[in-house]
């Protein structure tokens, strides 16, 4: 099993950034995909989450509408765009995942940087 976290980078409060991440060697529809942050010195926090079938879960204190997860079972990825950033968003930003029918998140991704300049 491999996720692998992309999309992310250097950008400049208010701008957007779209994160992908890639599944191989599961069976993605059984699978809910969430994304984390952890930025520096502090814990890793969840952001968003998304199941099949259903809808996505949002951290509330933060995304605040800004960021939308979505995923494609076909291609096996899931997204997360995030608009309006802010500095305090800068972290490093993980793909992870876990069997629909379990509690834990035992699947991730490297992870993928993203800094956002004030």
């Known amino acids: 099993v491999q996720l692998q976290a992309s999309g992310g980078g250097l950008v400049q409060a208010g701008d957007s950034l779209r994160l992908s991440c890639a599944a191989t060697g599961l069976t993605f529809s059984n699978y809910q995909m969430a994304w984390f942050r952890q930025a520096p010195g502090k814990e890793r926090e969840f952001v968003a989450s998304i199941s099949h079938p259903g809808g996505p879960t949002y951290n509330t204190d933060f995304t605040e509408g800004r960021f939308t997860i979505s995923r494609d079972n076909a291609k096996k990825m899931v997204h997360l765009q995030m608009n309006s950033l802010k500095p305090e968003d800068t972290a490093v930003y993980y793909c992870?995942?876990?069997?629909?029918?379990?509690?834990?998140?035992?699947?991730w991704g490297q992870g993928t940087l993203v800094t956002v300049s004030s």
């Open positions: 992870a995942g876990r069997l629909r029918w379990s509690s834990k998140y035992n699947q």
